[in-house]
């Protein structure tokens, strides 16, 4: 299991977090997919089989913290959801918003099974959903701005996935 914790300088817009995910999983099927076992009997490899009931608020989630929301709110949140089995019956994945943190931040939870992404496409997957400047081009998939602090431009590794343009207000 891989759990991501992003804290945000803002909540973002609940519909921009709904299209970007939505967009993330016609992109990647794993993330519309669950693993069946081979046999009923649990043995061999699972096959990935569409879920044809994906219902994407059963994976995506907004939560408002009570008063007062530190980082430890969103540190407890984290580690349960990290400690607590997926559904077998779904796909392997769910992602939490969590708002009304102090300073009026919001916190991004991100949880996966590792057959669904490694670490190196988690980054790609996060890529996908953030932006590094405050206000995107339209309908371009990236950012205005230049180059991040090693010279690399801020889609380089959202590319690969493709898309619509990141969430604005992260």
Same mark, same amino acid.
């Given at each position: ?67 007062? /929301?530190? #980082?430890?709110?969103? !540190?407890?949140? +984290?580690?349960?959801? =990290? ?6 019956? %779904?796909? &392997? ?12 931040? /919001?916190? #991004?939870?991100?949880? !996966?099974?590792? +057959?669904?992404?490694? =670490? ?6 996060? %890529?996908? &959903? ?34 619509p343009a990141l969430l604005a207000g992260m």
């Amino acid at each position: 299991t891989i759990v991501a914790v992003l804290v945000l300088d803002q909540a973002p817009r609940w519909e921009d977090v709904q299209m970007r995910v939505r967009a993330l999983t016609h992109t990647l099927p794993r993330f519309h997919s669950r693993a069946q076992p081979a046999s009923s009997l649990g043995w061999g490899r699972p096959t990935w089989v569409d879920d044809d009931g994906f219902d994407l608020d059963i994976h995506l989630r907004r939560m408002v913290a009570p008063s007062p /929301a530190t #980082l430890r709110t969103v !540190l407890d949140l +984290a580690q349960t959801m =990290g400690t607590t089995a997926f559904d077998p019956e %779904l796909p &392997l994945w769910e992602a939490v918003v969590l708002e009304g943190m102090e300073g009026g931040q /919001a916190a #991004l939870v991100v949880k !996966l099974h590792h +057959a669904v992404v490694d =670490g190196v496409g988690g980054i790609a997957v996060i %890529l996908h &959903l953030l932006d590094r400047f405050r206000t995107p081009r339209p309908e371009t998939g990236t950012v205005d701005g230049g180059s991040g602090a090693n010279g690399s431009s801020a889609n380089e590794g959202a590319a690969e996935i493709g898309g619509p343009a990141l969430l604005a207000g992260m």
